[in-house]
């Protein structure tokens, strides 16, 4: 079975610029989510999506961040414009179940460097 | 607020030293405690999930136990291949809150 795959795997940009991060859960699995993982941390998470709707983005800078679950599969998380407080690893995870606590399963991640 | 505060930040080990790692947490409605794995540059990988008090897993060299306000990681004469940062996450309505983690060298 294939994991969760994540594109690109690194990303240098300068402060200010915009940066998208895309994300193929692994099939069948109704829940995803993005989570931010700054170094010497655990993953925060961003976003959570039920098939293609949002339950849960309250820890989600929304003035800059945006993200979209494409068909209930795919998706994709935006940050425009970049601050050098974005420096970070994204991760991303899905799970089988939708509407309870599952195991999460993560792909590899998006390590972002904002200068 | 849930919180997960895991100790000690980092541990150094001799190859067959036994140890454990802790995971002390604060939640509201607990839906699972989940351990994970993670190697430099990759993702965390899935270890066990406790439910409720008393339970235990084991997977190799590894004893996940959970109590009403902790976990603990035991891990018995580990090697070289277990360096890496063991998480804790607790879960509550539908999603994970992690901890910081415990960096874990183990030297040959």
């Known amino acids: 079975e294939a994991g969760v795959a994540q594109s690109p795997r690194y990303k240098i940009i300068e402060k200010r610029q915009s940066v998208a991060f895309w994300c193929n859960p692994i099939?069948?699995?109704?829940?995803l989510y993005w989570y931010q993982q700054i170094l010497g941390q655990g993953p925060k998470l961003l976003i959570q999506f039920q098939n293609n709707g949002v339950v849960d983005d309250s820890q989600l800078p929304k003035d800059r961040f945006s993200a979209e679950r494409l068909k209930g599969v795919d998706s994709t998380l935006k940050i425009q414009p970049a601050k050098l407080e974005d420096s970070a690893v994204y991760l991303c995870a899905s799970s089988l179940l939708a509407g309870r606590t599952d195991t999460q399963y993560f792909g590899p991640g998006t390590r972002l460097t904002v200068l | 607020e849930d919180q997960v505060t895991q100790s000690p930040e980092a541990l150094r080990l001799q190859e067959g030293e036994s140890s454990s790692l802790n995971c002390s947490y604060t939640?509201?409605?607990?839906?699972?405690l989940f351990w994970y794995r993670q190697d430099p540059g990759k993702g965390p990988e899935f270890l066990f999930t406790?439910?409720?008090a008393g339970e235990e897993k084991e997977k190799e060299r590894l004893k996940a136990t959970l109590t009403k306000k902790e976990s603990f990681l035991h891990i018995t004469a580990p090697k070289p291949e277990d360096s890496a940062t063991y998480l804790c996450?607790?879960?509550?309505?539908?999603?994970?809150?992690f901890g910081q983690g415990t960096t874990l060298q183990v030297k040959p």
């Open positions: 099939s069948g699995h109704a829940t």
């Open positions: 406790l439910y409720s």
């Open positions: 939640v509201s409605g607990l839906r699972g």
């Open positions: 996450a607790v879960g509550n309505t539908g999603k994970l809150i």
